[in-house]
């Protein structure tokens, strides 16, 4: 380039510079900005000047003090610039050359600045809330939040010298365990205030499951399980038992003070608050009704109420004119007792008294030797001026040898017949065999014994009994006291007995050839007189009446009767009727005759 070509570029950019800056001037003042974000942000802008010839580009000049340019960016044949990266809290000033494309460059523009205010100083607040609740940052929308695990972290910006709340809330079912700021214990609080924040800080809370506590109490007479104060988890569920003792019932059960009947058993689901149950009992309660037939009364009468375990007792009186026949407890025959008591009550009971007119009574006592039959037998009841007739009967192969009335022989007969009856009597039939039933038979020969209710045994005089057999119904028992009259205590230790229930049978079905029989019973018993009395019958006959074993012997001593009985069906039936108690029998033996 020629020195006067040079000499005109250089005045042009005199020029030129003189122009941008004052373009550069009124457009600072107006154009220069600074945002308020994060980072300061300025924006200048010129007018390019009104004679640019050989102006190429600009360059924009910036820096922290007057004059002073640490930042020349060249913005090329633009009027304008944004700058991003400036920082808060520092002064910035600016200029702007243009240049030729030759590279000659205009002096500064004339200069401005700008000033960006310093953010404020921040601190960082990490709240962690554990399972089962919430730490909330309050009136502060500065958070972050992630999850750890079953934890939820919340990260809250907080200017310095400000103060930030927080809540800490369980949820449903929960409760807060524990708080702690800054690794300090601040106990189990639902909310915290960090005030003048000047450093970072931690608060973290940890929840627990609500427990609530039952308490269960049971009243006399029976139990609750389990007993006691329990605790349950929130929403868990507890049951409970209810169990009255022996002779009581459950008379109540209460849930938090209401009814919820006599339940057996009772179940909290879902628990959410604290409750109590409690179970109260009541004595069960028995009816004894008593009832009276014509003829007398029984006291009290009518239908009693009776708790469990107690007693009730009763009087049988019978009219005048009149004797009790029988008082029934439970349908069973406790005989012509004038008083009975009720003990131990654990179930319902009835009693019941009959009476018959009183009329004098005598007992005819009739009995056979070997080789024939009498009947009535055994011991029978006539009323005062009345007649009994007795037939006498010989067996197969005998004949009616004599008759013994009152202890005096008389001459044979096959009737006999006490007239207007009023005193007690006897009468005994003996008979003698025929030629032929002596030549056919062995007289005397054990054809059956059997130990009834026990094993078999052999007795002291070599008789073999069988273990108890051939028997229908009753009940096999024996004992271990000692019996008197008698070497043979074995046989008389065991025995079978039959049912209470008045009217039953309890039988022996023993088959034997047909023919004449000596059935030997053995007995002996305890229970006193009066408290067993029953019948025995052989072959449909009845054999004794009324029979008493401990009337006749008394306590545990051997007692042994001796029925004749004659066979025509090829087995030997011997029946035991309940009359009172229940019958018994502790051995058989049957003889030929």
Sequence with gaps: MSKSSTRKSLAALTRMAFIAIMAFTAMATTTLTATPAAAAQASIAW?????????????????????????????GSTTSYSSSSLSDGSTYYFAVTAYNAAGAESAYSNEISRSFPALPTTYTITATAGAGGTVTALSNTKVSTATSGSSTITSVTVTSGASQSFSITPASGYKVAG????????????????????????????????????????????????SGTATVAANGSQSYTITPATGYKIAAVTVDGASVGSVGSYTFNLVSANHTIAASFALNSYTITA?????????????????????????????????????????????????????????????????????????????????????????????????????????????????????????????????????????????????????????????????????????????????????????????TATIAGTSDDVLYQS?????????????????????????????????????????????????????????????????????PVSVADGVLNIGFVTKISSPKINGIVVKTR
Aim: charged fraction near 10%; proline fraction near 2%.
């Design 495 to 563: 025995y079978r007995y039959g049912s209470t229930t008045a009217g039953s049978v309890m039988s022996y079905n023993i088959p034997v050839a047909n023919g004449n029989y000596s059935v030997m019973l053995k007995f002996a018993d305890n229970v006193g007189t009066g408290q067993r009395v029953f019948d025995v019958k052989m072959e449909g006959t009845t054999v004794l009446s009324s029979f008493d074993i401990y009337a006749k012997a008394g306590n545990n001593t051997a007692y042994d009767v001796t029925i």
């Design 179 to 226: 708080v702690t700021v800054d690794g300090v214990a601040k106990g189990a609080v639902t909310s915290y205030t960090f005030s003048n924040v000047t450093a970072n800080h931690t608060i973290s809370a940890s929840f627990t499951l609500n427990s609530y506590s039952i308490t269960a109490s049971a009243g006399t007479g029976g139990s609750i399980t389990p």
């Design 47 to 75: 007018s390019a000047p009104t004679d640019s010839t050989g102006v190429t580009g600009y360059k924009v000049h910036i820096g922290g003090s007057s004059g002073s340019y640490s930042q020349h960016i060249d913005v």
């Design 291 to 479: 009832t009276a037939g014509t003829g007398g009364s029984i006291t009290p009468s009518g239908t009693a109420t009776v708790t469990s375990g107690g007693s009730k007792s009763y009087t049988i009186a019978a009219a005048s004119g009149y004797k009790i026949a029988d008082v029934k407890v439970d349908g069973v025959s406790k005989g012509a007792i004038a008083s009975y008591s009720f003990s131990s009550v654990t179930a319902n009971h009835t009693i019941a008294a009959s009476f018959v007119a009183n009329t004098t009574t005598y007992t005819i006592t009739a009995s056979v030797g070997t080789g024939g039959s009498i009947s009535p037998a055994g011991s029978v009841s006539v009323a005062k001026g009345s007649s009994q007739t007795f037939t006498i009967t010989p067996s197969a192969g005998y004949s009616i040898k004599s008759l013994q009335v009152d202890g005096q022989w008389i001459r044979a007969a096959s009737t006999y017949t006490f007239s207007n009856v009023t005193a007690n009597h006897s009468i005994l039939a003996a008979f003698s065999a025929t030629a032929t039933a002596a030549t056919s038979t062995t007289a005397g020969k054990v054809v059956f014994a059997t130990n009834a209710g026990g094993a078999a045994f052999t007795g002291a005089d070599g008789t073999a009994y069988k273990a108890d057999s051939y028997y229908s119904g009753g009940t096999a028992k024996t004992i």
